[in-house]
């Protein structure tokens, strides 16, 4: 769901000015911390606490008198007592756990009305839905957004926009497709790991027949088997790459020599354990191939140029000949020296 920037700028103007000081002294129990943190926090995302907000939700079965935090109306009128958002508070500085989440799906499940809850302690978020590929009523025990307030980067301040209420009257039937695509890749990544971590018989059997095999032993198992591993998957993912932009049509095209040399170059980096390799990626650009921090243009480590005759490597604008991967591992202080500069 795409955000317009410019109620991105309208949270992060008003996040600025609250007030994150001596929370520890102003929210020593869940109610100052709902009081002083949470509500405030709501206030900030179109939530009027006379309006759109209510305290203390009837959220038993039977006999129990359960009762939510918060209840949030966004399309829903306060007197109809039909929220379509449950809010547990926790304490501050409280660790959000299982048993937590637990505590938010039993008042889910007992509000009819609800589509979204959120868990949290005024700094951490967690905000969950229902899996409709489920059979259970109950929400997917994994947060579609989770996320922290004490680093109000970018990306946090454009998940707690998602929250806002303008926001959720037009789209919040969109934001609860947006967490069923997330539930579906979760579950697709965990099977399709599983699948790879543990191959089974049919797998290997279908690898060794594309393989042009005939009869499989144990010996041809075993080395297919062994064989299934990140090295390999990786190249394989590289490939993919490759013939997915030649069928795109696209002008620009990765080669495996390119990949070659920016996985060398990455492995001889994360030696050293300030380099985080999750933060290491590359650009291909039509006349030269960049390796950067952050998938940011300005903190670019090196870049490569490979011509038809020639290829080189320009480290902080000084270029080098490349005559190989040695050339790499003899350039080591030099690209190392710029990607620190990049993870003070």
Same mark, same amino acid.
Request: net charge neutral; hydrophobic share 35%.
């Given at each position: 769901m795409q955000i317009d920037?410019?109620?991105?700028?309208?949270?992060?103007?008003?996040?600025?000015?609250?007030?994150? +000081?001596?929370?520890?002294?102003?929210?020593?129990?869940?109610?100052?911390?709902?009081?002083?943190?949470?509500?405030?926090?709501?206030?900030?995302?179109?939530?009027?606490? !006379? %309006?759109?907000?209510?305290?203390?939700?009837?959220?038993?079965?039977?006999?129990? /008198?359960?009762?939510? %935090?918060?209840?949030?109306?966004v399309n829903n009128k306060l007197g109809s007592m039909k929220p379509e958002i449950v809010v547990e508070c926790k304490v501050f500085g409280k660790k959000l756990t299982d048993k937590e989440g637990s505590q938010l799906n039993n008042y889910f499940i007992n509000t009819p009305s609800a589509k979204i809850a959120i868990l949290t302690n005024g700094m951490d978020w967690k905000i969950y839905a229902?899996?409709?590929?489920?059979?259970? +009523? !109950?929400? /997917?025990? &994994?947060?579609?957004?989770?996320? &922290?307030?004490?680093?109000?980067?970018?990306?946090?301040?454009? /998940?707690?926009?998602?929250?806002?209420?303008?926001?959720?009257?037009? !789209?919040?039937?969109?934001?609860?497709?947006?967490?069923?695509?997330?539930?579906?890749?979760?579950?697709?990544?965990?099977?399709?790991?599983?699948?790879?971590?543990n191959p089974t018989d049919e797998l290997i059997k279908t690898i060794f027949n594309k393989m042009g095999g005939q009869?499989?032993?144990?010996?041809?198992?075993?080395?297919?088997?062994?064989?299934? &591993?990140?090295? /390999?998957?990786?190249?394989?993912?590289?490939?993919?790459?490759?013939?997915?932009?030649?069928? %795109?049509?696209? !002008?620009?095209?990765? +080669?495996?020599?390119?990949?070659?040399?920016?996985h060398a170059i990455k492995t001889l980096l994360i030696q050293r354990k300030e380099i985080s390799s999750e933060r290491i990626s590359y650009r291909d650009q039509k006349n030269s191939f960049l390796i950067l921090v952050d998938d940011n243009q300005k903190k670019m480590i090196c870049r490569l140029i490979f011509t038809h005759n020639k290829k080189k490597i320009e480290i902080n604008g000084k270029p080098f000949e490349l005559e190989g991967l040695d050339t790499v591992v003899n350039l080591k202080k030099e690209l190392t020296e710029a990607a620190l500069g990049y993870f003070a």
């Amino acid at each position: 769901m795409q955000i317009d920037k410019k109620q991105i700028a309208v949270v992060k103007k008003s996040l600025l000015k609250f007030d994150f +000081t001596r929370l520890e002294e102003r929210c020593t129990n869940e109610a100052q911390t709902r009081f002083t943190l949470v509500e405030p926090i709501l206030e900030i995302l179109g939530y009027s606490r !006379s %309006d759109d907000m209510v305290t203390e939700v009837s959220a038993g079965f039977g006999k129990k /008198n359960d009762r939510a %935090d918060i209840g949030l109306f966004v399309n829903n009128k306060l007197g109809s007592m039909k929220p379509e958002i449950v809010v547990e508070c926790k304490v501050f500085g409280k660790k959000l756990t299982d048993k937590e989440g637990s505590q938010l799906n039993n008042y889910f499940i007992n509000t009819p009305s609800a589509k979204i809850a959120i868990l949290t302690n005024g700094m951490d978020w967690k905000i969950y839905a229902i899996d409709n590929n489920s059979k259970e +009523t !109950s929400l /997917n025990p &994994n947060p579609f957004m989770d996320f &922290n307030l004490s680093e109000l980067n970018d990306e946090t301040i454009e /998940n707690l926009t998602h929250l806002k209420r303008d926001i959720l009257r037009i !789209s919040l039937k969109e934001l609860i497709e947006d967490a069923q695509e997330f539930f579906f890749m979760t579950r697709f990544e965990d099977a399709f790991f599983e699948i790879l971590f543990n191959p089974t018989d049919e797998l290997i059997k279908t690898i060794f027949n594309k393989m042009g095999g005939q009869r499989i032993t144990d010996s041809a198992k075993n080395k297919i088997q062994n064989l299934i &591993n990140s090295g /390999n998957l990786r190249l394989i993912t590289d490939r993919l790459s490759i013939e997915e932009s030649k069928k %795109d049509g696209n !002008s620009i095209i990765t +080669t495996a020599e390119e990949l070659k040399f920016y996985h060398a170059i990455k492995t001889l980096l994360i030696q050293r354990k300030e380099i985080s390799s999750e933060r290491i990626s590359y650009r291909d650009q039509k006349n030269s191939f960049l390796i950067l921090v952050d998938d940011n243009q300005k903190k670019m480590i090196c870049r490569l140029i490979f011509t038809h005759n020639k290829k080189k490597i320009e480290i902080n604008g000084k270029p080098f000949e490349l005559e190989g991967l040695d050339t790499v591992v003899n350039l080591k202080k030099e690209l190392t020296e710029a990607a620190l500069g990049y993870f003070a």
